[in-house]
């Protein structure tokens, strides 16, 4: 199946398309990719500093415009390709230059298309120093574990990143990404074919309401920031932003196939030394089927927020993987 045909068959499974934008986000990663352009995207904190420095203003390079999100003069594309892009609605006028509407972001020999700095609609799709996180917790468990993958599912897929590692690692699976995000589904759909991961499918679900069956690996990197402006790409909902991990958590150990592992990526905010998350997780996970491990990735993430008033009694949010695998 070509790439082109399996971006086709996956855009049939959404409700709301425009294909002349996603095939251009395509060719685009495509050109980018042949150009051996990279990117490693940083924390939004970062990326504001950098992009703040005088000679940061505007666009010298294609990394700039695609990578640091820096607004470009007339030039820098060629004039085919900046027409092109600003009819699939990739590109837009920004005072009196031009902008991308998407950043690329590298991961190992990857591309992944996501939304462009700074991150504030509410549809937005975030790509960070949690999904290179999340992706080595993946890639490790696919090192070391024995139990065959057959079906796999990646809850709330944003960049389809956890998906597209797992359908590349085992090319006879049947690999789910599930978001309820139109806009993570399309942008899954154009990484999957440049990936060339075609056993990959974008489908529309919350959580696992709208799959079947049992599952050899859920794997999960949702929202689990307590946002004031509850912006689904941020949001994890209250016990400061750890609700939705412990909802996807609950649905995740259900669907298990037995020997199968749900991998969650998250945040685990800690009041009085206590961890919110673990201490909901484990009124779920402590049963005799199954078998489970936690681990700190990073025991110091978004420090700022304690700064905020609704983290005004965390001592700290970690960066945590739980592991739950079924006893076979």
Request: with cysteine.
């Amino acid at each position: 199946m070509s790439t082109q045909t399996a971006l086709e068959s996956t855009f049939d499974t959404l409700e709301t398309t425009d294909e002349n934008h996603d095939l251009a986000l395509l060719q685009l990663g495509q050109r980018l990719q042949s150009e051996g352009y990279r990117f490693m995207t940083v924390t939004p904190l970062t990326h504001q500093r950098v992009n703040g420095r005088e000679q940061n203003r505007k666009a010298r390079s294609l990394r700039d415009v695609f990578g640091w999100s820096r607004p470009f003069e007339t030039g820098l594309l060629d004039e085919s390709e900046l027409e092109t892009l600003l009819a699939a609605g990739v590109l837009r006028a920004h005072a009196g230059m031009w902008a991308s509407e998407v950043r690329w972001s590298s991961l190992d020999d990857l591309l992944f298309v996501h939304s462009a700095f700074p991150t504030v609609a509410h549809d937005s799709v975030f790509f960070g120093p949690d999904t290179y996180r999340f992706a080595q917790a993946i890639e490790e468990h696919l090192r070391t574990s024995t139990h065959p993958i057959r079906t796999a599912v990646d809850i709330g897929c944003g960049s389809g990143v956890g998906a597209i590692l797992i359908g590349r690692a085992r090319r006879d699976a049947q690999v789910l990404a599930v978001d309820i995000n139109p806009t993570a589904l399309r942008f899954t759909a154009v990484n999957a074919s440049l990936a060339k991961a075609n056993n990959v499918v974008a489908y529309h679900s919350d959580i696992l309401s709208g799959t079947t069956g049992e599952f050899d690996l859920i794997v999960a990197n949702p929202p689990y920031m307590k946002d004031s402006q509850e912006r689904a790409y941020r949001h994890g909902g209250d016990q400061l932003g750890s609700q939705l991990s412990v909802r996807i958590l609950a649905q995740a150990i259900e669907r298990l196939a037995p020997g199968g592992s749900v991998l969650l990526y998250t945040g685990a905010p800690s009041v009085d030394g206590v961890d919110l998350f673990l201490e909901q997780a484990r009124k779920l996970i402590d049963r005799a089927d199954l078998a489970w491990s936690y681990r700190e990735m990073d025991p110091d993430v978004f420090g700022e927020e304690l700064e905020t008033e609704t983290y005004q009694e965390a001592d700290r949010i970690a960066a945590v993987v739980l592991t739950v695998t079924r006893i076979q």
